[in-house]
């Protein structure tokens, strides 16, 4: 028997090891794009005016030396080894980590967040739930806590890091594809070459941005052996450029070169430290994109991802990243009178006989490349509009099979102008480099300070081991960030441009859904009132569901008042319906409900809050209200047999709430079924109405039926409740939706009546409407406009 389960223990880890192999494999394209394709421009400029290469070989080897260093520090040691480990239950980029931070310490920015979110399975505390052990750590939490300021801090860095990510989805295609056509310039006539890059680079960009709506999915498969192609193909070029050309070039990787190169070169090697930066370009995206592995069809853990970014960065990408550049220098230290046109880059290294073949795999990397910074700049778009910190835009899923392969329209057509105007414009990989290299390392930057956070109050180390991190790596940063800063007038400037732009977009849209969550939340509806109206509300009570859109968490909306004091009746079920966001990545399907009583039972008025992660995809309006009325069948049949009851007090609202999952989370509970009966509607017995009959007179109605488990039983009162629910479903849903005109009150400084009045109400009115409003028949539809004076 032992023996047996030894054998199947060790086919278990054998396949697991194989799944990890596999893995590591498909995420060459997806993780490593970008980085893999960074030898295409660094040396190009980093010799492009600073410094120059001279027979000494000081420069070159010292700007070796830097590379193999950088590389080996920044994205080996700091992000494989140190920043991966930060994952959001599988989720990385800045976000996460903001993310990581509000459930550790609450400086939550969402505004209808509930101690019942902190339950969830994902909201999870790393090690312990009483806090950060030290003293330290427990001080710096409550400091947070308690001063709103530094809150809003954490929060306007976090959404620095997010806007220089987005502008590196505008700078990173650019380069990539420019630096990759920018090898014609070896294989055509020196006066046709520069009329030749910029429309074949152009051309393909089109097509790149123009072909994202049909989804990743269909060629994705193509990405990781266009990847493997480009790294063996670089890696046996270097080796190659090594043994024919200099094979003592390994003698540069000493660290003396990087002192020689700074005595040498001085003002001039440390502004070329903007073109060094370079090659650790896509560093950051092994971080953003190792939420890839949760979106594959295989779910891996967080542990499992970090094995696999560990061994493809390792074992592939690192080894032959060195080898590139190594053979770059060796070949550039034995040729040192080159063409001025023809300036140093990466195809002067490649064999003649190769150039061509060269060309068309690096072309196809870089689109890779490419490919991945605009997938992850969708990605990161939709965290912000999830947590409130960006407009609503349309977001399509192009993939039913795989999660989170998403297209947004408008963002997209954004970034391909943007990324022609940067083409067009520029016309060089110098001022490009500039640019990207400036988003790249600010984006580094934010990502340390927010790790010096996590280490602290999420994995409750030592204050000296994040000080340690900080001034380790910030050094280190904050002398790229500096040779890329004196860079602004060639070419730096477009990044801080695009961010500052990003920047105030987003503090608008937070800023005014704030201040219109405060006013829904001041102006809430006391239960003492509805209780003063009776069961019926003073109202007749119709069949059907009403459902009643609205962002509190608790409390009667105001919006429910002018219902009742202006229309003649009303549903005979009422529920008040919160679709929210909560800082988790993914909401499990059991824990996606929370449902409880609004008042005594037989008012019939219900509160359902639907809570999803950041990276959840929302459901269609027919199962999404399959679901809706499934959980809160589920919960009176709970708090039937004493499960979570509803609210023993009507004078105290929202209580208790049950958590209720999806129809198919709780399969032995409570299931609905519905089918369409065909209904004649004519009315026997009178001949002349069956003359005048019409195909449309005869229409399906719903049937609905729920399958109740045998055990435990229900009350009476429970069934009767259950019963008018499914009457209610067959009467049908109706839809009221609040429209609302935020205005600054009167009194207001010019700057708020500016950022309500015109900022916040210019993107209200040309962004999509709330999701959930999207696929809301229109038929059944109730708009109703209020004006928001905050």
Not at 90 to 118: I, K, W
Not at 522 to 538: A, E, F, H, R, Y
């Amino acid at each position: 028997m032992d023996r047996e389960t030894g054998v199947y223990q060790n086919l278990v880890k054998k396949e697991s090891w194989r799944t990890v192999l596999t893995l590591a494999y498909q995420s060459l394209g997806v993780v490593y794009g970008d980085l893999s394709t960074s030898p295409l421009y660094v040396y190009k400029s980093t010799f492009a005016e600073d410094i120059k290469h001279s027979e000494t070989n000081e420069e070159i080897f010292g700007a070796l030396s830097f590379i193999f260093w950088t590389l080996t520090l920044v994205p080996l040691l700091k992000y494989v080894f140190i920043v991966l480990r930060a994952d959001d239950n599988g989720e990385g980029g800045t976000f996460a980590l903001y993310s990581l931070l509000c459930r550790h310490a609450r400086v939550n920015s969402l505004p209808n967040g509930q101690l019942a979110d902190e339950e969830l399975s994902e909201y999870k505390k790393d090690v312990s739930s009483l806090g950060p052990k030290s003293s330290f750590g427990s001080k710096l939490k409550s400091t947070l806590e308690s001063y709103r300021v530094l809150q809003r801090f954490l929060l306007v860095l976090t959404l620095i890091g997010t806007c220089m990510v987005i502008g590196d989805g505008v700078l990173t295609p650019a380069l990539s594809v420019f630096s990759a056509v920018s090898g014609l310039e070896l294989s055509t006539a020196k006066e046709h070459h520069k009329y030749v890059e910029v429309p074949v680079a152009c051309i393909i960009l089109i097509g790149l941005f123009a072909l994202q709506h049909y989804g990743t999915h269909r060629v994705g498969f193509l990405f990781a052996p266009v990847v493997l192609i480009w790294l063996l193909c670089i890696s046996a070029i270097g080796l190659y450029n090594i043994f024919h050309w200099n094979p003592h070039v390994y003698q540069a990787l000493s660290p003396c070169y990087m002192y020689k190169f700074v005595k040498k070169t001085q003002k001039g090697g440390w502004m070329s430290l903007g073109g060094i930066l370079l090659c650790i370009t896509g560093s950051e995206a092994m971080f953003a994109d190792l939420g890839h592995f949760s979106q594959l069809s295989i779910k891996v853990s967080p542990v499992i991802a970090f094995n696999i970014v560990l061994i493809a960065f390792t074992s592939l990408v690192y080894p032959s990243l060195i080898l590139a550049y190594m053979g770059q220098a060796a070949y550039l230290s034995q040729h040192h009178v080159l063409d001025n046109d023809y300036r140093i880059g990466f195809y002067v290294s490649v064999p003649e006989k190769l150039r061509w073949p060269v060309l068309v795999i690096a072309i196809l990397a870089a689109v890779v490349g490419s490919q991945a910074i605009i997938t992850g700049t969708f990605s990161i778009i939709k965290q912000c509009s999830a947590l409130g910190c960006f407009p609503r835009v349309k977001i399509v899923h192009t993939s039913s099979k795989i999660h989170g392969q998403i297209y947004i329209p408008e963002i997209n057509w954004i970034l391909m102008i943007l990324c022609l105007a940067v083409t067009i414009g520029f016309r060089d990989t110098k001022r490009m480099g500039n640019a990207s290299g400036l988003a790249v390392i600010t984006v580094m930057l934010v990502t340390t300070c927010l790790m010096s956070l996590v280490i602290v109050l999420c994995w409750q180390k030592s204050v000296f081991f994040a000080i340690c991190f900080v001034f380790f790596f910030g050094t280190i940063e904050a002398l790229y960030f500096s040779a890329s800063l004196i860079k602004f007038l060639e070419g730096a400037w477009v990044p801080i441009a695009l961010a500052f732009i990003f920047l105030i977009v987003m503090c608008v849209w937070h800023y005014g859904t704030l201040k219109k969550y405060e006013f829904d939340l001041q102006n809430k509806v006391s239960i003492n009132w509805l209780l003063s109206l009776g069961p019926s509300l003073g109202i007749v009570r119709v069949r059907g569901i009403g459902l009643i859109h609205t962002e509190l968490v608790s409390g009667i909306p105001a919006i429910f008042s002018h219902f009742v004091t202006n229309l003649p009746a009303f549903h005979q079920v009422l529920v008040f319906l919160c679709i929210k966001s909560v800082p988790v990545p993914h909401v499990r399907p059991e824990e996606r409900f929370l449902v409880g009583h609004i008042g005594p039972r037989q008012y019939r008025i219900y509160r359902c809050i639907v809570r999803y992660g950041y990276r959840d995809v929302h459901k269609d309006d027919m199962e999404f209200e399959k679901d809706l009325v499934c959980s809160i069948a589920e919960f009176i049949r709970s708090g039937s047999v004493g499960i979570n009851g509803a609210n023993e007090d009507p004078y105290k609202d929202d209580d208790k709430m049950t958590v209720v999952g999806t129809c198919s989370s709780h399969t032995e509970g409570i299931q609905m079924s519905e089918d369409d009966v065909i209904v004649n509607i004519d009315s026997p017995g009178t001949s002349e109405l069956r003359e005048i009959q019409s195909p449309t007179q005869i229409k399906p109605k719903k049937r609905v039926r729920f399958v109740v488990p045998e055990s435990p039983k229900i009350d009476r009162e429970a069934m009767k409740e259950l019963q008018e629910l499914m009457e209610a479903r067959e009467a049908g849903i109706a839809y009221i939706l609040g429209h609302s005109y935020v205005k600054a009150k009167q009194g207001s400084s010019a700057l708020k009546k500016l950022v309500i009045n015109y900022g916040y109400e210019f993107l209200r009115r040309n962004t999509r409407v709330p999701s959930y409003a999207l696929s809301v028949p229109h038929a059944s539809t109730l708009e109703v406009g209020m004006i928001y004076h905050v």
